[in-house]
């Protein structure tokens, strides 16, 4: 096969795919060749022990973790009623046999293998359990169940002891909230109520529903504008004509036609003023008004009910115990469209609530994310939570606006309250006149100009591309003889904020206040704007939702499926505005869409600090900021923005960088140097040397066909097959990156644990939507190495490389289905959609076309090492040969997740099986966790990183389940203890207890309580660090007599710094002393002296000690606990006697 890097086609479609083959200057590559970084921190986590009742016993499962080697035992101790804990059994190493044997990939024996889960057979439902370590012998800490026991799920029939349940009781859902009615040729809309389309019918006209733009006759003036082609005074007099029919008045020019017929850039102002006066007085004006009641208030509707929607982890109060973060949305429609005719009950939203609770239930604060962000389809509200300041706890960072706040709960009030400060809302005094409370008030008083100053509204049109008449679904009729330029409104969040505030917020748990707390807010870089002129508004062919292909001159195939509404049509002489946009979208369209296309990550960018990676679009201009906190200020690291020049580090322009995303993005450490990389679908980007830039590494792409290689014939969808010799080694096609495309999984597909991508595309044909041409066609369903591509060689060359393993043409919007292994038949990943079963390792089709059906994913739930399948929240088994999939467990829980995942799959307790996290009835969360025995020792997941990045990740956009950075199968070893990772020892929330051992007047001696896996305590004396110590205990000497000293101890270990201990307080005695001196024989004195010590309540005690001295003798004596300097004058004076600090 040859491994062609680009192939040079006709000088015109070379120019059209912007395949530059020459670049003389890029910016400097993403780091990857530096010095190796430090261990990746991950979390202190406790053995995550649970327990439930089983037909046999109670099972057990609990964490065997990240930084244990193999080959350890485990104690397992029971205690029932009033008696101790009684050590009930010792599990040891053991080697396992394959699972199966097949010829087409045989299984291996797993040697030296400990699991962490065992069945108790004398266990009651009220026993307790501990379990323990031994490590080369020696037990270490022996650690508890982390919740009580487990409630048994009965399932569906024949489904018992095969899950357990931990239910999360929570506070109230949030109440219902006003939202905003509008009003559009004397007809109201709003939430839940749309306008008649026959009564939007424009009087006088061919039954039009939108006003059509005249853009013909701005283009006969703007085109020999600017190719300077002279025009005459009669064309003058024409346009002048028309505009002033248009805008009804009668208007010259100041600036005349040249003589030589040029129009000057003055005299195009002047017209152009004059056409963007017609278009925006087209209609309705600039932007429709809101609905008012008789009694002036605006008028509204109560948003639906709230209900629990994404969720995800962290260990915000450093217990080692997982905390579940909750998005609370209100159930309404989805308000993804904008424009009032098509969908206007679907504009305005209700505020997201965004909650953090303990597993019993407790609430640790709940945000108000206010009206000035977004809700709708999965893709704005991205929940961040990680250890973003390296304090070991968890942090809730959120993209956020003027107005979002945070509150606690109030036991007494069964409420929560919002205190409505500076520091608890965001946007300062802009903040505190845009809560959800100030919001309510101005809808009741009809205050449109605080609406207007403090509401990130998008209330504004665009000149769009669609047939006039409504109808024909999303797009309208996909036939360029009836579509004509019209003039749209858009109504809803989110547009231009007061002086483009928008921000990304911390917040956290503070232990010592005993609430949540607002940490720190930072302007958001890429705030919403409309053109690129600076209007609200703007021109693009984008219709209600937005497609991504327009073709002027489409190719064979393209269009002619009444399904295909991505290929949409444009009349050939429209392909101008393509070439040549005038008031171009920003984002790629004004509607509130594509501006508001929200994903993020969690990203170790540096390998050492944990990231919140915020973007913002991913059909057309993308965005990343990266944002930590460093001494508690929100920090922005690093950024990247596919339209700014400075970030092309792989050459071309920024279409190039733009529409390479899916509706969900990863992160992981592809390259193995320990940075995580952000994975979009067809695009992998990483931080720079100086950490300041996210820079593209890889565009993925390979040779696609084109309509002169393919001889005008389409492709057949579901047949044709991309990645093969005969598509790479014709020399009539092209090297073309990826787009965009909507499930996919990153995952490693072999036992080398390569890891490559899976995709579904939305996209299918090789376009560029800079001219409306059509040249040939890229694939549904396919496979590719994430590192594979367009990028940079070792000497800073651009070369081209070819991304997939295999690919699959669809002719269509291909979701895609499913990747994981689910078989021992064959050996790696497989990758399922309507087209088949593939191997990810070579892309043959394995089974003809048996596959696991779309809407399931893998679930490592069962005792064997390849994966069930779960949908939304049910579980099955899958037959190995024909991946048809049996219910094993019914779990009568809902599921809030994107096409059918899960709404969270995690490793959250028990040994390394996955548990799902879903809404259960009552108000409550539901954690399902296996009963299925092992044989399998593996540690826990979420130390493995890539495994801890995809939770973190899972709630964003669609939703994908994310994947470990090891395979696991018959054919391939366990994974090894990780040497790259770092895991503490000690629980963030560690505390030390003091005591006072012994008090004199001059001294302290203080103890404190050990702490499980503290390697140093820092002790403070009155705020003053007197040193570090490994030990429990310390003598303070040399202090003055009667003073209170205030003492203070912190425990920490290589990683973790605890929490300071409660003060203990100390005072000092008053002590005096008296001596005398007696002569004896010889040479000898007798020397007596006596300390008086008083406590505080004045209570004496007495010490005396004597001794024999030489004359006129000076030194030191010990006189109980006091040391006392004595110098004598003569047989029988003192000269001097006092007791040394």
Not at 173 to 186: I, K, S
Not at 439 to 445: A, N, Q
Not at 473 to 480: C, L, M, T
Request: glycine residues 10%.
């Amino acid at each position: 096969m040859r491994k062609t890097l680009h192939k040079i086609v006709t000088l015109s479609l070379v120019l059209a795919m912007c395949l530059s083959l020459v670049v003389f200057s890029v910016p400097a590559p993403a780091a990857a060749n530096d010095a190796a970084p430090s261990l990746r921190p991950m979390e202190y986590l406790t053995r995550g022990l649970v327990a439930a009742q089983v037909q046999d016993g109670i099972f057990l499962s609990w964490r065997f973790l990240g930084d244990e080697p193999d080959g350890l035992s485990w104690n397992v101790y029971r205690k029932d009623g009033d008696a101790d804990f009684v050590k009930i059994t010792t599990i040891t190493p053991r080697d396992v046999q394959p699972e199966s044997n097949y010829e087409t990939n045989p299984g291996i024996v797993k040697e030296n293998i400990t699991p962490s889960n065992y069945t108790d057979p004398d266990g009651l439902i009220t026993s307790i359990y501990e379990v323990a370590p031994v490590i080369n012998g020696v037990e270490g800490l022996r650690q508890g169940m982390s919740v009580p026991m487990l409630s048994a799920l009965a399932g569906s029939s024949g489904q018992a002891n095969r899950g357990a349940v931990q239910y999360i009781p929570m506070k109230p859902a949030p109440e219902p909230v006003p939202l905003a009615h509008f009003t559009y040729r004397g007809h109201r809309f709003g939430p839940d109520t749309n306008l008649n389309t026959a009564n939007m019918v424009i009087p006088g006209s061919s039954g039009e529903h939108w006003y059509i733009v005249d853009m013909d006759l701005l283009r006969d003036f703007r085109e020999p504008h600017d190719n300077k082609t002279p025009v005459s005074n009669t064309d003058l007099s024409g346009w002048i004509d028309k505009l002033n029919e248009y805008n009804h008045e009668t208007w010259q020019p100041s600036n005349s036609l040249g003589a030589d017929g040029i129009i000057s850039n003055d005299l195009y102002a002047e017209l152009e003023a004059k056409f963007i006066k017609y278009v925006e007085e087209l209609d309705s004006g600039t932007k429709l008004p809101y609905a008012k009641t008789s009694t002036g208030a605006i008028h509204t509707s109560q948003s639906s009910t709230y209900a629990t929607h994404d969720m995800t982890v962290g260990d915000f109060d450093g217990d080692g115990e997982y905390e579940i973060v909750v998005k609370w949305r209100s159930t309404q429609t989805d308000p993804m469209y904008s424009e009032p005719i098509f969908n206007g009950r679907s504009t305005t939203t209700a505020p997201e609530y965004i909650d953090v609770y303990k597993l019993d239930g407790t609430l640790l604060f709940r945000v108000d994310m206010g009206y000035n962000v977004k809700s709708s389809n999965d893709h704005e509200n991205t929940l961040f939570a990680q250890d973003f300041d390296n304090d070991g706890k968890a942090e809730l960072m959120l993209k956020t606006g003027i107005g979002t706040r945070i509150g606690n709960w109030d036991e007494e009030s069964q409420s929560v309250i919002y205190p409505d400060t500076l520091n608890t809302v965001v946007g300062g005094e802009d903040g505190l006149n845009a809560t959800t409370d100030k919001f309510k008030e101005y809808f009741v008083t009809g205050n449109e100009q605080a609406l207007d100053t403090y509401w990130a509204l998008l209330n504004s049109f665009t000149i769009s591309y669609r047939s006039p008449v409504a109808g024909g679904g999303n797009d309208g009729v996909n036939n360029p003889d009836v579509k004509r330029w019209i003039k749209t409104y858009h109504v809803g969040p989110i547009g231009p904020a007061k002086d483009d505030l928008e921000f990304f917020s911390a917040f956290k748990w503070d232990n010592d206040a005993g609430k949540g707390v607002l940490v720190d807010s930072a302007k958001y870089p890429f705030p919403y704007e409309g053109s690129v002129d600076g209007e609200n508004w703007a021109m693009t062919p984008a219709t209600q939702r937005g497609n991504y292909s327009y073709l002027a001159f489409p190719g064979p195939g393209a269009g002619s499926s009444s399904s295909d509404y991505k290929a949409q049509i444009m009349a050939q002489k429209e392909a101008y505005w393509l070439e040549n946009p005038w008031k171009e979208a920003v984002w790629g369209d004004a509607q509130g869409n594509r501006a508001n296309r929200y994903l993020g990550v969690v990203a170790a960018l540096d390998a050492v600090n944990n990231y919140a990676v915020s973007q913002r679009g991913y059909y057309a201009r993308t965005t990343f900021a990266a944002f930590n906190i460093v001494d508690g200020k929100v920090n922005l690291q690093a950024s990247f923005d596919s339209d700014d020049p400075q970030y092309w580090a792989l050459g071309g322009t920024a279409y190039d960088y733009r529409n390479r995303g899916n509706h969900f993005t990863d992160s992981a450490d592809l390259d193995g140097d320990g940075r995580d990389e952000i994975v979009m679908k067809a695009m992998v980007l990483g931080l720079n040397a100086d950490k300041t830039m996210i820079l593209p590494k890889v565009l993925n792409g390979d040779i696609m066909p084109t309509i002169e290689g393919q001889n005008s014939i389409p492709p057949v969808a579901n047949e044709f097959e991309f990645a093969t010799d005969a598509v790479r080694n014709n020399p009539l096609n092209v090297w073309a990156p990826l787009r965009h495309g909507d499930r996919s999984a990153l995952l490693p597909v072999n036992k080398d644990n390569n890891i490559r991508m899976w995709s579904g595309s939305e996209e299918h044909l090789l376009d560029d939507i800079r001219n409306g041409r059509h040249y040939g066609w890229i694939p549904g369903v396919e496979a590719h190495d994430p590192l594979k591509g367009k990028r940079l060689n070792e000497q800073g060359e651009i070369i081209y490389e070819n991304s997939l393993i295999y690919g699959v043409y669809s002719g269509r919007d291909n979701e895609g289905a499913v990747a994981g292994n689910f078989s021992n038949r064959w050996p790696g990943v497989q990758g399922h959609s309507d087209n088949g079963a593939r191997s990810m390792i070579t892309g043959e089709l394995l089974n003809g076309g048996n596959n696991l059906g779309s809407g399931q994913y893998a679930i490592w739930f069962g005792g064997g090492l390849t994966a069930m399948a779960v949908s939304g929240s049910n579980i099955s088994t899958v037959d190995d040969l024909t991946f048809a999939y049996s219910r094993y467990l019914t779990t009568g829980f809902t599921s809030t997740g994107s096409k059918s995942t899960p709404t969270l799959k995690a490793d959250m307790f028990g040994d390394w099986r996955e548990e799902l996290i879903l809404r259960a009835s009552n108000n409550r969360l539901a954690i399902v966790t296996t009963l299925s025995p092992t044989e399998y020792g593996i540690r826990t997941l979420m130390h493995d990183p890539m495994y801890r990045n995809g939770v973190a990740n899972k709630n964003t956009g669609y939703d994908q389940v994310g994947f470990a950075s090891f395979y696991l199968g018959d054919e391939a070893e366990l994974p090894s203890m990780r040497t790259d990772i770092a895991v503490p020892t000690m629980a963030p929330n560690a505390q030390s207890q003091m005591s006072v051992l012994s008090v004199t007047a001059n001294a302290i001696n203080i103890e404190w309580s050990q702490v499980s896996g503290a390697t140093d305590f820092t002790l403070y004396r009155d705020g003053v660090k007197i040193g570090e110590f490994t030990g429990t205990s310390y003598l303070d000497k040399g202090l003055e007599q009667g003073t209170k000293y205030s003492y203070t101890v912190i425990p920490s270990d290589d990683m973790n710094t605890g929490v300071e201990s409660l003060p203990l307080d100390v005072t000092t005695k008053t002590a005096s002393v008296k001596a005398s001196v007696e002569k004896l024989k010889g040479n000898l004195n007798g020397l007596t002296i006596k300390v008086t010590e008083n406590d505080l309540d004045g209570t004496p005690t007495y010490y005396t000690k004597s001794y024999s001295i030489n004359n006129n003798a000076a030194g030191t004596y010990m006189v109980g606990p006091y040391e006392v300097y004595v110098d004598t004058k003569g047989s029988t004076q003192i000269r001097e006697c006092y007791i040394i600090k």
